[in-house]
């Protein structure tokens, strides 16, 4: 099993930048794909971004892309999601996932966290 935390979420202008932080812990030996996905009230949820195992590769969803970027740090089992240049419309609850390859399927998710970007 695979634990997940987010966290660095909050409430921020719209133009401004947050990073969030998705803490691993567990059966963290083995190295997962790591990505993160957001679901606003009402809407399904969406794809952000998702970094390989082994940190070659990343893929941005399109909402996001040039905006966000993961990474992740080995040592700290955690991966990074930063986000520059919010709009409000990426207003939502983020969630940081766990799983064997890069396109899913997810075997892990954390409990999420808020983030709200105000006009």
Excluded: H
Excluded at 37 to 64: C, H, L, M, W
Excluded at 87 to 107: F, H, M, Q, S
């Amino acid at each position: 099993q695979v634990q997940l935390v987010e966290s660095g979420g909050g409430l921020v202008q719209a133009g401004g930048s947050l990073r969030l932080s998705c803490a691993a812990s567990g059966r963290t030996n083995r190295t997962y794909a790591m990505g993160w996905f957001r679901q606003a009230p009402g809407k399904e949820r969406e794809f952000v971004a998702a970094i390989k195992r082994s940190d070659t590769s990343t893929v941005y969803g399109n909402s996001v892309k040039g905006r966000v970027t993961i990474s992740r740090e080995y040592a700290k089992n955690t991966v990074y999601l930063q986000m520059n240049s919010l709009k409000p419309e990426d207003t939502a609850v983020y969630y940081c996932a766990a799983g064997g390859l890069i396109g899913g399927p997810w075997d892990y998710w954390g409990q999420g966290t808020q983030v709200t970007v105000s006009s």
